[in-house]
Nanobody, 123 residues
Framework: QVQLVETGGGLVQPGGSLTLSCTASVSIANIMVMGWYRQTPENQRELVSAVDRAGVGLVHESVKGRFTISKDTAKNTMYLQMSGLKPDDTAVYYC?????????????????WGQGTQVTVSS
């Protein structure tokens, strides 16, 4: 059973920065793809960014140049560094892991989910 725990959410002003962390109960080196999703009450959960074991990544168009995904396999932790935050980035952010290749992630979805952490961008 893979458990994922997110930390780092909170309230931040527009233009500010925040870093989310996701720590896994297993070695993330054994998980094919790790990623971040977000969801608002009005919208479906959307893929924000993901990275596979080779370091190949993908990122949603709306966060390109502002969000960076990274992993520290020694700590079994994945990060999402967010800068230039906008009110539209307000959402619950979920960490996810998938035992599928990166190109299949959108089609097949993750196998593991964290509990989510709230990010609110507001002045």
């Amino acid at each position: 059973q893979v458990q994922l725990v997110e930390t780092g959410g909170g309230l931040v002003q527009p233009g500010g920065s925040l870093t989310l962390s996701c720590t896994a109960s297993v070695s993330i080196a054994n998980i094919m793809v790790m990623g971040w999703y977000r969801q608002t009450p009005e919208n479906q959960r959307e893929l924000v960014s993901a990275v596979d074991r080779a370091g190949v990544g993908l990122v949603h168009e709306s966060v390109k140049g502002r969000f960076t995904i990274s992993k520290d396999t020694a700590k079994n932790t994945m990060y999402l560094q967010m800068s230039g935050l906008k009110p539209d980035d307000t959402a619950v952010y979920y960490c996810a892991g998938a035992d599928v290749i990166l190109s299949k992630l959108r089609e097949l979805g993750p196998d593991y989910w964290g509990q989510g952490t709230q990010v609110t961008v507001s002045s």
